[in-house]
C-alpha cells in the first residue's frame, strides 16, 4: 500500500506570495489532516478535511487554507506568505475520527520564504 | 486548554526498557492519548494510543495513570533504530469547527546507546 505523498518536497518563495502545497492520502482513507512544524512552536495542526468538508481547524489566521477533491486528495494553500510561514508542512491521512484513529504521515513540503 | 509536559531529552542503552513520561493534568475525561515518533528528515510515525486502559502493541507498551494526569510509553527493548524525538499527544473528540485542540508535546529526544 502506498503512503502519504506530498508534493513539491521543497519550495522557496518570497514575501507576499501565495503557495499551494499537495497530498494524496493513502488509499481508503477519508480524512486528511494539515501541520505545520518549526522549531520555536514545533508541531501545530491546521486544520482536517473529511470527504471534502472541513471538520476541524486550529488557531491559524485565514491565510491558511485548504480544500479535498472527491478522490480525498487536498490541497493546502498560504496567501500573502510572511517571514514567519517558513516551516515544514506535513499532511497526514486518516481512516476515520481523529481522536481515536492512527494518522499516517508524509515526508512534508519544505517551504521557505525569503 | 490541555497541555502536555516531556523531559527534552532522555538516554538509554541497547535492550534495556525505556520509560519515556508525559503530563497532561488538564487533559479532558475524552481527550485520547496519542503517542509518535519522528526520525530526522521524517515525518511523525504512530506508536500507540489510548483513553483510559492501559495498551501494548508490537513496538510499544502504554501506560495510563488511574486519574489520566499522565502516561508513559513503554520501550520493551529499545534498538537503535528507536532514537527519534519521541511526542506525547492529546486528541480530542471533533470539535465540528474551529479552534480544535489538538495538542502536542514539545517532545524528548531519545538517545540510544549501543
Known amino acids: 500500500k502506498a503512503g502519504v505523498t506530498q508534493t513539491p518536497r521543497y519550495l522557496i518563495k518570497t514575501r507576499g506570495q501565495q503557495v499551494t502545497l499537495s497530498c494524496s492520502p493513502i488509499?481508503?482513507?477519508?480524512?486528511v489532516s494539515w501541520y505545520q512544524q518549526t522549531p520555536g512552536q514545533g508541531l501545530q495542526f491546521l486544520f482536517e478535511?473529511?470527504?471534502?468538508?472541513?471538520?476541524n481547524k486550529g488557531n491559524f489566521p485565514g491565510r491558511f487554507s485548504g480544500r479535498q477533491f472527491s478522490n480525498s486528495r487536498s490541497e493546502m494553500n498560504v496567501s500573502t506568505l510572511e517571514l514567519g510561514d517558513s516551516a515544514l508542512y506535513l499532511c497526514?491521512?486518516?481512516?476515520?475520527?481523529?481522536?481515536?484513529?492512527?494518522?499516517?504521515f508524509g515526508p512534508g513540503t519544505r517551504l521557505t520564504v525569503l | 486548554d490541555a497541555k502536555t509536559t516531556q523531559p527534552n531529552s532522555m538516554e538509554s542503552n541497547e535492550e534495556e526498557p525505556v520509560h519515556l513520561p508525559c503530563n497532561h493534568s488538564?487533559?479532558?475525561?475524552?481527550?485520547?492519548i496519542h503517542w509518535y515518533r519522528q526520525l530526522p528528515s521524517q515525518g511523525p510515525e504512530y506508536v500507540i494510543h489510548?483513553?483510559?486502559s492501559n495498551v501494548n502493541n508490537r513496538m510499544a507498551s502504554l501506560a495510563i495513570a488511574e486519574d489520566r494526569k499522565s502516561s508513559t510509553l513503554i520501550l520493551h527493548r529499545a534498538t537503535l533504530r528507536d532514537a527519534a524525538v519521541y511526542y506525547c499527544?492529546?486528541?480530542?473528540?471533533?470539535?465540528?469547527?474551529?479552534?480544535?485542540?489538538?495538542?502536542f508535546g514539545k517532545g524528548t529526544l531519545l538517545t540510544v546507546n549501543p
Open positions: 478535511y473529511f470527504s471534502e468538508t472541513q471538520r
Open positions: 499527544i492529546l486528541s480530542p473528540p471533533n470539535s465540528g469547527g474551529s479552534n480544535y485542540k489538538l495538542t
Open positions: 488509499s481508503g482513507h477519508r480524512s
Open positions: 497526514a491521512s486518516s481512516f476515520g475520527d481523529l481522536s481515536y484513529n492512527e494518522q499516517f
Open positions: 489510548g483513553l483510559t
Open positions: 488538564t487533559i479532558s475525561g475524552t481527550d485520547y
